[in-house]
């Protein structure tokens, strides 16, 4: 069993510029928005393209709410090998560039294949921005205040996701209520608004792209490509040129020529970097499979087996982001003092609760405000702890020279679990009902919790470096 015990946080003081080091993270951030955004307009735009698209099998409108995942899969996948190559910076901006892209041909799309092709693509981008975002952040910043601003990313997500669900709710808030399918299939709502939730992401995700060309590039992917005096450069801008000096110094202590030159992904089946691997694969995986995105996801069939209507779905869905980002500032204030190690434990046993009551309300058909308050308590608890945290951990846990590689394989993970829970949320909930698919969710928080407490050590205050020879060597 891993203890909670550390050793002294990182020796690297300095004079921050912190102006500096937020600007450059909110804007690398920026990704974690597009990610939140891109991935839940489908909720909101699902009751409308779902009846213009004429899909009435659970297998297509699981595919219709997953494919995009496959894209994910695709562009973490390419992250860490690309990455590692041209940079951390050069990739985020071919991610930017394939949202705008992305969101106009959704907006375009006039049948169900075409819309599947450019949600896929969509979901390139996505899984490109999901592991380069977090993964820049903690390479430029201090270790005193990596957990804040990697966090930020999450805040980021939890913002887009927020702002696509007003967004859906201000155009289709004149639904009349009680519409009917036919109704709403017909309508400008069911023909022409749900392209405008799709069409209006192009427009963060244009100022994400242009924001990119103003940050620099990552300092310890420069120095590991033997471009310290760069990274030297960077890190005076962040640090003073004392901390730049000590930083680089530090950095190069972990990177040897040859794994310079010949980093492959075999490297981290070696016998120091499998058991660091498997941590952030699981931790990745579980993130997903606590369940909490079906409520992003299909908030429209678990709000309905409640009792609401559609009307009262989509206000309920924009209380859930609003929440969503309210907890998430607890996880600001609060990874870098308390820690990683005690949010996760606090999530994944607080959900494994609130699941359980869910469950038993759905048994008993119970409707109404309970569920809803319920539904809104599970993202708070979720939003305050493995949303951002696991981000953190994952992103802070690899050595420099395979990071790019390591990252790539955990946020590869991340969405696969993403999709199988995604795809398999609509037949479980047919075959166990709401009630059995939700205690199967705690079931597995449950799990969570026992696989954190016995194997996640803490990381707070440590540099990256530090971390390698506590995990590593």
């Given at each position: 069993?891993?203890?909670?015990?550390?050793?002294?946080?990182?020796?690297?003081?300095?004079?921050?510029?912190?102006?500096?080091?937020?600007?450059?993270?909110?804007?690398?951030?920026?990704?974690?928005?597009?990610?939140?955004?891109?991935?839940?307009?489908?909720?909101?735009?699902?009751?409308?393209?779902?009846?213009?698209?004429?899909?009435?099998?659970?297998?297509?409108?699981?595919?219709?709410?997953?494919?995009?995942?496959?894209?994910?899969?695709?562009?973490?996948?390419?992250?860490?090998?690309?990455?590692?190559?041209?940079?951390?910076?050069?990739?985020?901006?071919?991610?930017?560039?394939?949202?705008?892209?992305?969101?106009?041909?959704?907006?375009?799309?006039?049948?169900?294949?075409?819309?599947?092709?450019?949600?896929?693509?969509?979901?390139?981008?996505?899984?490109?921005?999901?592991?380069?975002?977090?993964?820049?952040?903690?390479?430029?910043?201090?270790?005193?205040?990596?957990?804040?601003?990697?966090?930020?990313?999450?805040?980021?997500?939890?913002?887009?996701?927020?702002?696509?669900?007003?967004?859906n709710w201000c155009l289709v808030r004149n639904l009349p209520a009680g519409a009917t399918d036919e109704f709403i299939k017909t309508s400008w709502f069911g023909q022409q608004g749900w392209r405008w939730m799709f069409g209006l992401t192009?427009?963060?995700?244009?100022?994400?792209?242009?924001?990119m060309f103003f940050v620099p590039e990552s300092p310890r992917w420069l120095a590991k490509n033997g471009k310290s005096v760069q990274a030297k450069s960077i890190l005076e801008k962040i640090g003073g040129a004392n901390y730049a000096h000590?930083?680089?110094?530090?950095?190069?202590?972990?990177?040897?020529?040859?794994?310079?030159?010949?980093?492959?992904?075999?490297?981290?089946?070696?016998?120091?970097?499998?058991?660091?691997?498997?941590?952030?694969?699981?931790?990745?995986?579980?993130?997903?499979?606590?369940?909490?995105?079906?409520?992003?996801?299909?908030?429209?069939?678990?709000?309905?087996?409640?009792?609401?209507?559609?009307?009262?779905?989509?206000?309920?869905?924009?209380?859930?982001?609003?929440?969503?980002?309210?907890?998430?500032?607890?996880?600001?204030?609060?990874?870098?003092?308390?820690?990683?190690?005690?949010?996760?434990?606090?999530?994944?046993?607080?959900?494994?609760?609130?699941?359980?009551?869910?469950?038993?309300?759905?048994?008993?058909?119970?409707?109404?405000?309970?569920?809803?308050?319920?539904?809104?308590?599970?993202?708070?608890?979720?939003?305050?702890?493995?949303?951002?945290?696991?981000?953190?951990?994952?992103?802070?846990?690899?050595?420099?020279?395979?990071?790019?590689?390591?990252?790539?394989?955990?946020?590869?993970?991340?969405?696969?679990?993403?999709?199988?829970?995604?795809?398999?949320?609509?037949?479980?909930?047919?075959?166990?009902?709401?009630?059995?698919?939700?205690?199967?969710?705690?079931?597995?928080c449950v799990l969570g919790f026992f696989f954190i407490f016995l194997k996640l050590p803490e990381t707070k205050g440590k540099t990256l470096e530090q971390l390698e020879k506590d995990l590593v060597d």
């Open positions: 069993m891993i203890t909670n015990t550390s050793k002294p946080s990182s020796n690297l003081k300095a004079d921050y510029n912190l102006g500096y080091v937020w600007l450059i993270s909110v804007v690398a951030a920026m990704g974690g928005l597009l990610f939140g955004w891109d991935w839940v307009v489908i909720g909101g735009a699902k009751p409308f393209f779902q009846r213009y698209f004429e899909l009435t099998s659970e297998a297509q409108i699981g595919w219709a709410n997953s494919c995009a995942l496959i894209g994910c899969l695709f562009g973490s996948l390419m992250a860490g090998a690309l990455s590692d190559k041209f940079g951390r910076k050069r990739l985020l901006m071919l991610a930017a560039l394939l949202f705008v892209v992305t969101s106009l041909g959704n907006a375009l799309a006039n049948n169900f294949t075409i819309f599947i092709a450019w949600r896929i693509l969509g979901g390139v981008g996505i899984g490109l921005a999901s592991g380069l975002s977090p993964m820049y952040i903690s390479e430029v910043a201090p270790a005193q205040m990596r957990g804040k601003l990697v966090s930020i990313n999450q805040l980021t997500i939890v913002v887009g996701i927020l702002a696509a669900q007003v967004v192009a427009v963060p995700s244009l100022l994400f792209l242009l924001g000590a930083a680089v110094a530090e950095i190069n202590t972990t990177l040897s020529k040859e794994e310079i030159q010949h980093v492959r992904f075999a490297d981290l089946l070696q016998p120091g970097l499998r058991k660091v691997l498997a941590l952030g694969v699981v931790l990745a995986v579980f993130q997903q499979w606590c369940g909490i995105n079906v409520i992003f996801n299909y908030a429209e069939e678990i709000f309905r087996s409640a009792g609401y209507d559609i009307s009262s779905v989509l206000s309920n869905i924009a209380w859930t982001g609003s929440v969503n980002m309210a907890f998430t500032f607890v996880a600001l204030g609060t990874v870098d003092r308390l820690g990683r190690r005690p949010l996760m434990l606090f999530g994944a046993a607080g959900l494994a609760v609130i699941y359980g009551a869910m469950g038993l309300c759905y048994a008993n058909a119970v409707q109404g405000l309970p569920v809803l308050l319920l539904v809104l308590a599970a993202i708070a608890c979720y939003s305050m702890s493995l949303a951002p945290v696991t981000w953190v951990v994952i992103s802070e846990i690899f050595p420099n020279r395979i990071r790019g590689a390591a990252m790539s394989v955990a946020v590869s993970a991340l969405w696969i679990a993403c999709f199988i829970l995604t795809f398999t949320f609509p037949i479980l909930n047919k075959q166990l009902g709401s009630s059995g698919t939700f205690w199967l969710y705690g079931a597995i």
